[in-house]
């Protein structure tokens, strides 16, 4: 075979590794992007915690399930919706709510469809009305007020948190680990595939998080393996002051909270505590650390 020949024939299998590979990828985008597991025996009892356990309905044939879990000194000081990670379940935070009792917080733990005990299947529009949804029942139906709510998000929970921070009221928003856009996240982990304008999934914080109205602090592990912290920085530098981001130095992608320590949980008080005692004025430092 001529060397031309043989390039040529290098090059025809290359690109049709690289169409097939990438046809595979957009056919198991859903199956790629969510990994949810069903909810075991575990509740927030075994750890101490007085919780309720919630369903939320949010269309026919969907009804998203979590905890309401108290703090351990009412009133508190605050409410969290939290919109977990693409993986797992509510079961695998309680570990996380359980460090954060000396914030004098209440939370509200929900798995989006198709996670835990929630029916339906997930998807980018089914996944944003379960957060309204979660939204809606702390509001209208146990009357917390939204100068005392605060939105936390963490990973593809930022996603949710995100869009619900610019269409409702709250108090401040905490992100933990934000990733730009699934086009960007699918940039990053197949660098050599033209996936980006073919994802359908866009879960496009970038673009979104310019149209933010109050406070909000960034969290990510400088050590991130899942979401690179570069991702974390430009959703971040797109948003709006008031604003800071903490970088905890060592954290991957699911020990923030435990590698961060007394310093994160005492950044997180202190956020809380500002932007609930004046929702509508800017009460942190801005700007990179």
């Known amino acids: 075979m001529k060397p031309s020949s043989l390039l040529k024939s290098v090059v025809r299998i290359a690109l049709a590794v690289v169409i097939g590979a990438t046809l595979v990828l957009v056919f198991f985008e859903r199956r790629l992007i969510y990994y949810p597991a069903a909810l075991g025996n575990i509740t ?5 915690l ?11 044939g969907v009804r998203i399930h ?67 949804a979660a939204y809606d029942y702390l509001v209208k139906t146990r009357s917390v007020d939204p100068a005392r709510l605060i939105l936390m998000g963490e990973s593809l929970g930022c996603a949710i948190s995100i869009p619900l921070a610019v269409e409702r009221q709250a108090a401040g928003l905490v992100l933990e680990a934000p990733f730009a856009s699934i086009a960007h996240m699918a940039a990053a982990v197949y660098p050599f595939l033209p996936l980006g304008p073919l994802v359908r999934t866009r879960y496009d914080n970038l673009a979104k998080i310019s149209r933010l109205k109050m406070p909000l602090l960034v969290v990510q592990g400088t050590r991130d393996e899942v979401i690179p912290i570069a991702q974390g ?18 954290a991957h992608h699911n020990d923030v909270y435990e590698v961060g320590g007394e310093g994160y949980r005492r ?18 430092e801005t700007g990179k650390p």
């Open 50 to 60: 007085p919780f309720e356990e919630v369903f939320i309905e949010v269309e026919p």
């Open 66 to 132: 979590g905890w309401f879990i108290r703090a351990d000194v009412q009133p508190s000081v605050a409410t969290v919706l939290f919109s977990h990670g693409n993986a797992g379940n509510i079961g695998d935070r309680i570990d996380r709510v359980s460090t954060l009792r000396d914030l004098g917080v209440d939370f509200l733990l929900y798995d989006y469809r198709g996670f835990g005990k929630s029916t339906g299947d997930p998807d980018e529009e089914g996944t944003y009305r379960d957060g309204r």
């Open 233 to 250: 920085r430009l959703v971040f530098d797109a948003a709006p002051e008031p604003k800071r981001f903490l970088p905890v130095e060592g």
């Open 267 to 284: 950044t997180l008080s202190e956020f809380i505590r500002r932007v609930v005692a004046s929702p509508a004025v800017p009460v942190i």
């Open 44 to 48: 927030p009892k075994a750890y101490g």
